[in-house]
């Protein structure tokens, strides 16, 4: 068995930094298309700004104003499908969220994006009454982000297990779990007394332990199943014109043929 290394409460650590390559911003145009120019007027003063990217209209609104705006759309604009709902996680950053909306007027094949920022902890108002899909969509929401939707019929979580521990999509949220994901299965199929028995959770699709004869076969280093690891070192690999093929060579013999 693998050497565990306890990983501890990670989740609590907020190490999320942008420190990545940051793709330029969508060119943003003035709306002047004439059914965009209708739907901004309709929804008012709750538009705190709009434009137009890549051809469709973002409105962006207070989170107060989340089920006024959509009802507008929806019974004066003909947005009559809500295609996706998220959001964003700000946290690390603004303390907040970016929760979106992408609607969808069929008749006029027009397209809206609906964005506001809310705070964490906060709470933002269900509009399943009048989108169906929006049910899912906002449960998924709290259970990947946590974010609680007020008059909700159904608000549970949808994909992670009732008593999971966290929220996988919050970017504080470590790649492969933490202390509690680890042991979860072993605790929930075999009981914490069966921990030093069966060990952690390999959630590393990566991991390969040169000592582990039984979950691992290893181009260069094949042992029989279940062997004893002897400390043998890794053997080089003997590659074949018509199997395995080395690439890095400037020319063999498949190579050429393919060529």
């Known amino acids: 068995m693998r050497k565990y290394v306890p990983k501890d409460n990670v989740q609590g650590k907020s190490y999320y930094t942008d420190r990545f390559w940051v793709a330029p911003r969508v060119p943003r145009e003035a709306v002047e298309d004439a059914h965009f120019a209708a739907v901004v007027k309709a929804v008012g003063a709750d538009a705190k700004e709009s434009y137009v990217e890549i051809g469709q209209l973002v409105l962006h609104i207070n989170p107060e104003d989340n089920f006024k705006v959509m009802k507008t759309l929806k019974e004066e604009c003909g947005y009559t499908q809500c295609s996706e709902q998220s959001a964003v996680d700000y946290l690390a950053k603004d303390n907040e969220f970016e929760l979106f909306w992408q609607l969808l007027n069929v008749n006029e094949a027009k397209r809206v994006r609906v964005v506001c920022r809310l705070a964490n902890g906060a709470v933002i108002e269900s509009i399943e009454p009048l989108y169906k899909s929006a049910n899912f969509a906002e449960r998924e929401m709290f259970d990947m982000f946590g974010i609680k939707v007020n008059n909700h019929p159904f608000l549970k979580r949808i994909i992670m297990p009732d008593d ?20 979860y299965e072993v ?41 004893e690891y002897n400390g043998e070192e890794e053997q080089e690999i003997e590659y074949s014109d018509t199997f395995l ?3 890095n060579k400037k020319s063999s013999k498949q190579l050429d043929e393919r060529r």
Do not use: C, M, Q
């Open 164 to 183: 999971w521990e966290g929220h996988p999509l919050l970017k504080t949220y470590p790649l492969h779990g933490d202390e509690f994901a680890s042991w």
């Open 187 to 227: 605790d929930k199929i075999f009981g914490k007394e069966y921990r030093d028995i069966i060990g952690p959770e390999n959630r590393d699709p990566a991991k390969i332990d040169i000592e582990d004869t039984k979950r691992f076969s290893r181009v260069g280093y094949e042992v029989p199943f279940g062997a």
């Open 245 to 247: 093929v080395d690439y």
